[in-house]
């Protein structure tokens, strides 16, 4: 099984599927094409028919998207548990995960990562966000907020155990530390900051962060 991924310093959609292959305790080789160079396209189309990464290539089948590697994850991994166990919750992580995958776009596009703008660093100059950014983030903190006070209270996670939704969001704790964005600034009571915090120490994220790094020499 082959994991195609971007850079681990920036690609945010890869280090989601991976999360959550290193969770289910999956055996997987990991296949890393670098983005933002001349000959990106032509690499990633040998693996990807949609011309982005993440794709995983199981048995001569290609998954392309990072969520339907989760999805494929959850069907072959059941024992891992990546949706919470209670049916309410794990309605509301998946409505959570498809949010994230389908909408912030201004968040996606001006708190962008790549080769200047790396999960691995904290900017020099804090962002100020405009107003379409500012209601991205609010309704970011306003889900995490939610989600932790109905069904994660008294654990790091949203739903309770770590979840896809959990992996979903750990590129936005990313974005919010390299970008330092205040989130007590954006509504936040503490909540969705102890939460970035907890995503950013999983020793899984630690991983990738480091080799992260070894590709910047950071
Ligand atoms: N919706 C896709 C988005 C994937 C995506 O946009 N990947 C970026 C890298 S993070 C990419 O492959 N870009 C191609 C390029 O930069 O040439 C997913 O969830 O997998």
């Known amino acids: 099984m082959q994991l195609i991924i971007g850079n681990k310093a920036y690609s945010t959609w890869s280090l989601r599927p991976w999360l959550i292959l290193k969770r289910c305790g999956a055996r997987f080789e990991e296949v890393m094409v670098p983005l933002n160079r001349a000959d990106t396209a032509e690499a990633i189309a040998r693996y990807a028919p949609a011309g982005k990464v993440p794709a995983l290539i199981v048995d001569g089948v290609t998954i392309w998207d990072s969520l339907a590697i989760a999805l494929w994850c ?3 991994f059941p024992e891992a548990g990546l949706w919470p166990a209670d049916a309410r919750a794990r309605a509301v992580a998946r409505a959570a995960v498809c949010e994230m995958h389908s909408a912030f776009g201004t968040l996606r596009t001006e708190l962008g990562m790549g080769p200047q703008h790396t999960m691995t660093s904290i900017s020099d100059t804090p962002h100020q966000p405009g107003e379409a950014l500012k209601a991205d983030i609010a309704r970011m903190l306003a889900l995490w907020m939610d989600a932790k006070a ?8 949203l739903f309770g155990t770590w979840s896809i939704a959990d992996a979903f969001f750990t590129p936005v704790a990313a974005r919010f530390r390299h970008f330092g964005i205040a989130l007590s600034g954006h509504g936040d009571d503490g909540t969705a900051q102890a939460y970035c ?10 991983e990738w962060e480091r080799a992260g790094r070894a590709e910047t020499g950071t």
């Open 74 to 76: 959850d069907e072959q």
């Open 150 to 157: 109905r069904f994660g209270a008294g654990g790091p996670w």
């Open 197 to 206: 915090e907890a995503l950013l120490s999983q020793p899984d994220y630690l």
